[in-house]
């Protein structure tokens, strides 16, 4: 599928064709390319012979900045780095996050167990990752093949319901673009079922995000930044 902004490519992906313009929304703002719903004025998911293609249009300012640091990049379901032009592009420092939003750790352990069941694509397939985000209680799924499409779908989910303050979950393991996509969106946790890299581990800490990782339906470990994890019955503030 390609993602075009005012008629023009800007990336060629490899996604599950499954809630598009999620996908659309959450790649530009994971990418800098937008900074909140309203900066796409028009998005179309339009069928071509050679597969998707995801039009948008950006407001007059966005376009400009577009235009001004306009790269092509191709990006198939694997490390999310392919198609980078330059060394310095995957380690720009993360957006920093500096929510004082709390959440019960039982209450992660308990998404978990939701996120396992609400995962119907790959009850069918056993071969695509989920991304949710959990906030006061409700649970926004979204799945896809690669993990960071994943991410980048429940992302512009979220940002199209205008939803906040809330946790990240995944089902993969956690590399520093998940980190990165994640303090682009903003949420103050981000946890997974799998390890962490050991870049993802700094970045997180130095976006000042809650790194949680291993995390089972009986508990997790916690990287960095313990303190928004709540324990013995304290409720989830914002």
Not at 197 to 204: I, N, T
Not at 208 to 230: K, Q, S, Y
Request: hydrophobic content about 45%; overall charge neutral.
């Amino acid at each position: 599928m390609a993602l075009t902004y005012d008629r023009v490519s800007f990336a060629v992906m490899m996604a599950t064709p499954q809630n598009l313009e999620d996908f659309a929304r959450g790649f530009s703002l994971s990418e800098g390319i937008i900074g909140r719903a309203e900066d796409i004025i028009a998005l179309d998911i339009v069928e071509v012979e050679a597969g998707i293609e995801c039009r948008m249009a950006l407001t007059p300012a966005r376009r400009e900045r577009l235009d001004a640091r306009r790269r092509k990049i191709a990006g198939p379901a694997g490390c999310g780095l392919c198609g980078i032009d330059s060394l310095a592009e995957p380690i720009r420092p993360a957006k920093p996050v500096g929510s004082k939003y709390q959440i019960g750790g039982h209450d992660i352990s308990k998404a978990f167990t939701l996120l396992s069941r609400a995962q119907s694509l790959n009850r069918e397939t056993r071969a695509v990752h989920a991304a949710a985000f959990l906030s006061g209680g409700n649970l926004l799924v979204r799945e896809d093949v690669g993990r960071h499409n994943a991410l980048d779908k429940v992302i512009g989910a979220a940002i199209a319901q205008s939803a906040a303050h809330g946790a990240i979950l995944l089902t993969s393991r956690v590399s520093i673009e998940l980190v990165q996509k994640t303090a682009a969106f903003g949420a103050p946790i981000l946890a997974a079922i799998s390890v962490p890299s050991a870049r993802a581990v700094r970045e997180a800490e130095a976006a000042g995000i809650t790194l949680i990782a291993v995390a089972r339906d009986d508990g997790f470990e916690i990287f960095t930044h313990p303190e928004r994890i709540l324990w013995e019955g304290k409720s989830e503030v914002a």
